[in-house]
């Protein structure tokens, strides 16, 4: 893509950066124009906020340079904002102003996500944390916002809002964040970190897993290039060693030096291995909730709820923060008393819990005693013992890890042990309560896969959008239309709800009532979706020809590639298969995935309908 004359807004070049032994970075780069919205994509520990902190100026590399143009203003919201010697949410706020900036901005932004400004920063929960760290770096109205994790700890509404406000915004984007539909929605192109350096792709996140996948693809052909020319070392050293010594030497040390890319090739960053221990076979109905009611400070936070859990259920329940969602869980699992109503849980249940904070975890245990209970050197991972090194390797701990305490790990880290020890528990019903925070992108898609492949019932509560829309199958959201407490099932993920409800919300709920009272929002009138709109039907009648059609189109591609002399008869054209056939097996994947969708909406729409009558 052609790019003005104008030099670039932020450069970093060659960044160079070792902690103790190991080097983090070693040669990246990061260049950013004006007006330009770029995400940083990259696993957990690569050196994503690392590499922001240089950019920020935090932390200097040790080598390498970067330059900021002259006159630019910079913000960065770093992952954990430091509160400390702040009396209130607005001073902090307030901190981030340059000297001409008008400070009404930072009132009318707290205002905006529902805090007063008075709040005491050692108080206050990690949403409003978030929101308050927010207000101090987009009030200035830089020209560069470098933002890590922004939407941690924020419900659903208030990442909508900062959706709207960065759209809005001049500023050039910088973002971390492990939200897949914030990045699709917000960036224009991408910069993945990977082993130390950087590569850029030229769209926004949206194209980036196809095109990783294809690169990633391409470097599996040159290490089996690579495992060729090594068998051909190691067959000329064996039969050639009457060769000039010199030559010996040389072909030697050239071997030698093949072997460690090889080494250095296979230790690419290594892949979390997940599985969940499974449980016993609960029985068919795993809970059965009948108007259930509860209350705090006579406010309701259920009211009425019917539900009906069966086994295999995946059910998702999402809301505003201070909605209720963790009482809910609570109700529906036996944990907390309803004050009105009843919840009778099915046989044989063998429930596995992970909280949204890791509470779980001691800070003062090492990573390697927080999987062993303390208890030597095994863990038990469903009915069979494995040795604590090799079950850390599964989640990309390295064995030199055993002794670190929790206290030092990363907040994707501290993520990674909580399932790792939660997924060792047998299990028929899993409960996971904000599972994706601080978790890499690739880990996620692992995640996901996991959780298609459990046999047992989930509940997830989640804000991540896309983690809903791939995981449930039904999701629980709060119905104020209906009356305070009240709560409303619809059948598929969250971009399903939105397009049933035939609403999407556009102003996040202030965190604590406001100061002054408004007039309630008339509620809106909705008429029952009773069948499948000409566009979804037509959808269903054409999709499995589609899919039949991409299946023999990836069989055909896979084919042609098992052909061994393509490559060294025409390395384009095989380069061209690689692409299609990432290309056709990502169409094939989101063709089922469709099919699935709208077969199960029919299902549940004919299902009410015979309710009805």
Same mark, same amino acid.
């Given at each position: ?18 902690? #103790?032994? =190991?080097?983090?970075?070693?040669? /990246? &780069?990061?260049?950013?124009? +004006? *007006?330009? %919205?770029?995400? $940083? @994509? ?8 690392t590499l922001l902190k240089i950019a920020a100026g935090t932390v200097e ?52 996500? #529902?805090? =007063?400004?008075?709040?005491?920063? /050692? &108080?206050?929960?990690?949403? +409003? *944390?978030? %929101?308050?760290? $927010? @207000? ?271 206290s030092r790990l990363s907040g994707g880290e501290r993520g990674r042990l ?45 804000h991540d959008r896309s983690f809903l829309d791939n995981i449930v199958t ?140």
């Amino acid at each position: 893509m052609a790019r003005s004359a104008a030099p670039p807004l932020l450069s970093l070049q060659d960044i160079r950066l070792t902690f #103790g032994s =190991t080097p983090l970075l070693t040669g /990246a &780069e990061l260049f950013l124009f +004006e *007006g330009e %919205r770029l995400c $940083l @994509v990259g696993r957990n520990g690569c050196g994503k906020s690392t590499l922001l902190k240089i950019a920020a100026g935090t932390v200097e590399a040790d080598h390498g340079s970067v330059l900021l143009k002259p006159g630019t203003t910079l913000r960065y919201l770093e992952q954990e904002p430091d509160f400390s010697g702040y009396a209130t949410t607005a001073a902090y706020a307030e901190a981030g102003l340059a000297p001409d900036d008008d400070p009404h901005r930072v009132r009318l932004l707290l205002e905006e996500l #529902g805090l =007063t400004g008075d709040e005491n920063p /050692a &108080e206050i929960s990690g949403g +409003e *944390g978030r %929101r308050a760290a $927010l @207000v101090r770096a987009l009030a200035p109205d830089p020209d560069i916002l470098l933002l890590d994790e922004p939407t941690n700890h924020l419900d659903l509404p208030a990442i909508e809002w900062l959706e709207r406000k960065l759209e809005a915004s001049r500023a050039a984007l910088v973002l971390i964040s492990h939200d897949r539909a914030f990045l699709t929605k917000l960036t224009r192109r991408t910069v993945w970190l990977d082993r130390g350096t950087t590569r850029r792709l030229e769209k926004g996140f949206g194209s980036f897993e196809a095109w990783r996948d294809e690169q990633l693809a391409l470097e599996e052909l040159d290490r089996h290039k690579l495992d060729r020319k090594i068998a051909m070392e190691e067959d000329w050293l064996r039969y050639g060693v009457t060769a000039r010594r010199k030559r010996n030497v040389r072909r030697l040390s050239d071997l030698h030096s093949l072997r460690q890319q090889r080494r250095d090739a296979r230790s690419a960053g290594g892949q979390v291995v997940m599985a969940a221990a499974a449980g016993e076979t609960s029985g068919r109905r795993v809970i059965e909730a009948t108007e259930l009611e509860k209350s705090f400070d006579g406010r309701p936070i259920v009211a009425g709820l019917d539900l009906v859990v069966q086994r295999g259920d995946r059910l998702g329940i999402a809301g505003p923060n201070g909605s209720g969602k963790s009482t809910l869980v609570g109700l529906l699992t036996g944990t907390l008393e309803p004050d009105a109503g009843t919840v009778k849980l099915g046989a044989n249940l063998q429930e596995v819990s992970l909280d949204q904070k890791r509470a779980s975890l001691n800070p003062k245990l090492s990573l390697a005693e927080a999987l062993t209970d303390g208890r030597g050197d095994q863990v038990a991972v469903g009915d069979r013992q494995r040795h604590v090194r090799s079950y850390m390797k599964d989640f990309l701990f390295q064995p030199e890890q055993a002794g670190t305490p929790i206290s030092r790990l990363s907040g994707g880290e501290r993520g990674r042990l909580a399932l790792a020890i939660a997924l060792a528990r047998p299990s028929n019903l899993l409960i996971l309560d904000e599972p994706t925070n601080d978790l890499d992108l690739e880990t996620l898609d692992l995640l996901e896969d996991l959780l298609a492949d459990y046999k047992g019932t989930l509940i997830l509560v989640s804000h991540d959008r896309s983690f809903l829309d791939n995981i449930v199958t039904s999701l629980l959201v709060p119905a104020p239309e209906k009356g305070a407490g009240h709560w409303q099932e619809y059948v598929g993920g969250y971009s399903d709800m939105l397009a049933q409800r035939g609403v999407v919300k556009t102003e996040p709920r202030p965190a604590k009532p406001a100061s002054r009272s408004a007039p309630p929002a008339a509620p809106r009138k909705q008429a029952p979706k009773v069948k499948l709109s000409f566009k979804e039907k037509h959808a269903l009648e054409t999709l499995p020809d589609r899919i039949a059609t991409l299946e023999r189109q990836v069989q055909k591609l896979r084919s042609e590639m098992s052909d061994g002399s393509l490559y060294q008869r025409d390395p384009d054209t095989f380069h061209q298969r690689v692409r299609d056939l990432a290309r056709a097996e990502a169409a094939l994947a989101a063709s089922e995935e469709e099919w699935l969708t709208l077969e199960m909406k029919r299902e549940a729409l004919e299902t009410a309908g015979d309710h009805a009558v």
